[in-house]
């Protein structure tokens, strides 16, 4: 389950418990009866009770627009990783639609190789190519073979179209 539909259905219950919410406030002032509250005997903690409905009112109201604003983030985030897909070459595309290859949300042209640490792979759209970051920070072995094996595929099958100057 994607993040953007739990975020949209997080929104459609706040939606909804705001509906219930404000048909128990609507409930409760026609409880009066149209007698003025000064009149009542519990004028008082009728207000109060008022009040207090009106404030989880619209603390509800702004849990709403919080989650309103973090789709549209979560939306605007999946545009950019969707242009940045854009312009990558075929080879990296299907590493990332088989999982070898993940995107990164914030940057969405690095990629990280699955079950390597730390290394980035680069794609520069700019330039045409394909570069690598924090290599020598990988510690183990098989992680370094792993990173190198598949950078120098990618660097061999996309780079050699393009002349770098």
Known sequence: MS???????????????????????FDTVRSA???PLNDKRNGYATMRKWDNQNSALQNQQQEIEKTRDAIFRE?????????AKDGMPMEIL???????????????????????DKARIIWDNKKKVVMHKYYTSII???QK??????????????NSKTKVS
Do not use: A
């Not at 975020?7 to 406030?25: A, D, G, R, T, V």
């Not at 990173?147 to 061999?156: D, G, I, S, T, V």
């Open 3 to 25: 993040r953007l539909s739990i975020l949209k259905q997080s929104l459609e219950k706040k939606e909804n418990k705001f509906n219930e919410m404000i048909n128990n406030h």
């Open 33 to 35: 009866n149209g007698q």
């Open 75 to 83: 939306e605007f985030k999946q545009d950019c990783i969707q242009g």
């Open 94 to 116: 299907e590493l990332i639609n088989k999982g070898i290859l993940k995107q990164w949300g914030k940057h969405p042209n690095i990629m990280f190789v699955e079950g390597v």
């Open 140 to 142: 183990d072995d098989s």
């Open 145 to 158: 073979i792993k990173f190198r094996e598949l950078y120098n595929k990618l660097y061999k099958s996309t």
